[in-house]
């Protein structure tokens, strides 16, 4: 039960980190993405 318990503490944590990464990364990624994309040359 013990484990049930931390594994959903940590998956409710992980989630919220992970909404923060996506907030974060969802605008600003999505444009160095391409500009580092763009950047690159073709391989």
Avoid: L
Avoid at 11 to 32: L, P
Wanted: aromatic share 6%; hydrophobic share 35%; with cysteine.
């Amino acid at each position: 039960m013990a484990d049930a318990t931390g594994k959903s503490e940590d998956m409710v944590i992980n989630r919220d980190e992970g909404s923060m990464v996506v907030a974060v990364f969802g605008a600003h990624g999505r444009y160095r993405g391409i500009a580092w994309c763009t950047r690159q040359p073709r391989h």
